[in-house]
């Protein structure tokens, strides 16, 4: 029974905030949803990852072990994906991206964050931020084709996170106005993350809805099985090895949806797979969070 209250107090703030975006938008009140991305994006997400690593408590060695295993992670989950494509006969631009990417960043971050404290949410923001890198190069290839790779060049949240992990490494920490102010711009990364991903899912049109599910499942346990798997190979263990479990089990993520509408890739699909595969991580996620949290 306690085991069950620790995991509803970890994820019921981050479903409630959800749902409250989620309401808002269906009640009619005005969301501008790209105006709230570009600023969670572009200042606030940025300052909360260079703020939550160099205050992390996270060892070089353990640091370089979960950027590997990410890595690892997601080009399995990639080669998986495109098996399921394949297998299925389903467009490849329209599907590859979405089975592959999970939202790492408004889920992931969060329940790491009440999961582990704010050493679970620097280990999440590793993960984060080798997705991002990976989404904005072999990423934007799967949705759009030929791309050009030095684009993420322009993404503040690689340099957030090159300029944290330095910070980190050698133990540099900025002058205490200037983290206090990032400290401040970073908070409202969480909570803008949370209430764009409820208003994004308020917005969507699924369609194909028992197809969206069956492959958000089997997205799913290709993610576990991943995670578990190039953790333990690597040589992760404890808090490390619970978050880059807890990341590889994220849903779909709404920037697929965003990706696949500015190409015209079949967005209804990614729609449907956000939709049905977000509906199964409220199951999912408080179950596999269950047997991560220690004790």
Not at 78 to 99: C, D, E, K, S
Not at 172 to 199: C, E, F, K, S
């Amino acid at each position: 029974m306690n085991l069950a209250f620790a995991v509803l107090e970890i994820t019921a703030p981050v479903f409630v905030l959800g749902l409250a975006g989620f309401v808002w938008v269906r009640r009619g009140f005005d969301y501008p949803t790209q105006f709230v991305t570009r600023l969670a994006m572009t200042l606030a997400v940025p300052c909360l990852i260079f703020t939550a690593l160099i205050n992390a408590d996270i060892e070089p060695s353990a640091l370089a072990a979960l950027s590997l295993a990410a890595g690892l992670c997601y080009a399995i989950a990639t080669a998986a994906a495109f098996a399921i494509v394949r297998l299925f006969r389903l467009n490849m631009q329209a599907y590859l991206a979405p089975l592959t990417f999970g939202n790492t960043g408004n889920l992931g971050l969060p329940l790491a964050l009440f999961a582990f404290g704010d050493t679970g949410l620097g280990l999440a923001i590793v993960v984060f931020a080798v997705m991002a890198i990976i989404m904005f190069t072999v990423g934007l290839w799967m949705v759009a084709g030929v791309q050009n790779p030095l684009r993420v060049l322009k993404e503040p949240i690689l340099w957030a996170s090159i300029l944290g992990v330095l910070a980190l490494v050698v133990g540099w920490q900025p002058p205490t106005v200037a983290l206090n102010a990032l400290t401040l711009i970073g908070q409202m990364g969480i909570p803008l993350m949370l209430l764009t991903l409820g208003a994004a899912v308020a917005r969507l049109k699924p369609a194909r809805v028992v197809t969206a599910f069956g492959l958000s499942a089997i997205k799913l346990s290709v993610g576990l099985s991943a995670g578990i798997g190039v953790g333990l190979a690597v040589g992760l263990s404890g808090v490390p090895l619970a978050v880059l479990i807890l990341q590889m089990a994220t849903p779909v993520g709404v920037t697929s949806y965003l990706m696949a509408e500015r190409y015209q890739t079949d967005p209804d699909a990614s729609a449907s797979l956000v939709v049905t595969s977000t509906l199964l991580a409220i199951v999912a996620l408080p179950i596999t969070l269950s047997f991560l949290l220690p004790g």
